[in-house]
């Protein structure tokens, strides 16, 4: 014998089902637009990935080709320049030095001179005890080490301003 109670359980438990079932399928109605909206976010990447693929990689491409042949032309500049530079602070070096080397030269002339206009009796004397030597030797030494700060002061001016002009040129070529 089924009862009403049993009947209306049934029914219940028909109508739960029923409800369940809805409720699954409007989970999967929503799961399914958004979905729908994911494939359409991501056909529209591969559209705009493919535009680029046909279109936009080749502007870039020919772009990226343009500045590697600019940074090569400037690295290219920057060795000649470079090169230059080296030459001529050499040359400035073996200028100073043939100066410092000549300037020497006068300096044992005329202390030469001076030895010989004093070759006297006296000075013989004075040579033998060696204090006008020991003297001339003093200021001989002194303008020597004057004249080597002098030529270092100026290789290291020279220096620097061979690193200001290859500053500027780098600047020149990087405009």
Same mark, same amino acid.
């Given at each position: 014998?089924?009862?009403?109670?049993?009947?209306?359980?049934?029914?219940?438990?028909?109508?739960?089902?029923? =409800?369940?079932?809805?409720?699954?399928?409007?989970?999967?109605?929503?799961?399914?637009?958004?979905? =729908?909206?994911?494939?359409?976010?991501?056909?529209?990447?591969?559209?705009?990935?493919?535009?680029?693929?046909?279109?936009?990689?080749?502007?870039?491409?020919?772009?990226?080709?343009?500045?590697?042949?600019?940074? &090569?032309?400037?690295?290219?500049?920057?060795?000649?320049?470079?090169?230059?530079?080296?030459? &001529? /602070?050499?040359?400035?070096? *073996? *200028?100073?030095?043939?100066?410092?080397?000549?300037?020497?030269?006068?300096?044992?002339? *005329?202390?030469?001179?001076? &030895?010989?206009?004093?070759?006297?009796?006296?000075?013989?004397?004075?040579?033998?005890?060696?204090?006008?030597?020991?003297?001339?030797?003093?200021?001989?030494? =002194? *303008?020597?080490?004057?004249?080597? &700060?002098?030529?270092?002061? /100026?290789?290291?001016?020279?220096?620097?301003?061979?690193?200001?002009?290859?500053?500027?040129?780098?600047?020149?070529?990087?405009?």
């Amino acid at each position: 014998v089924v009862t009403r109670d049993d009947v209306e359980e049934s029914l219940k438990g028909v109508f739960q089902f029923v =409800k369940d079932k809805e409720q699954l399928l409007q989970d999967l109605r929503s799961q399914i637009e958004e979905t =729908k909206k994911k494939i359409a976010e991501k056909q529209r990447e591969r559209d705009y990935w493919f535009e680029y693929k046909n279109v936009g990689s080749k502007i870039h491409a020919e772009r990226i080709s343009s500045l590697e042949k600019d940074i &090569a032309d400037v690295k290219y500049e920057l060795e000649r320049t470079e090169e230059y530079y080296r030459e &001529a /602070l050499q040359l400035v070096i *073996e *200028e100073n030095q043939k100066l410092f080397d000549r300037h020497m030269k006068l300096l044992s002339e *005329e202390a030469l001179k001076k &030895a010989v206009g004093y070759l006297d009796k006296n000075c013989r004397r004075e040579i033998e005890e060696n204090e006008w030597l020991k003297e001339e030797v003093k200021i001989y030494r =002194k *303008e020597e080490k004057d004249l080597k &700060a002098s030529v270092q002061l /100026l290789e290291e001016e020279n220096t620097c301003l061979v690193a200001k002009v290859i500053d500027i040129k780098l600047q020149h070529l990087r405009v």
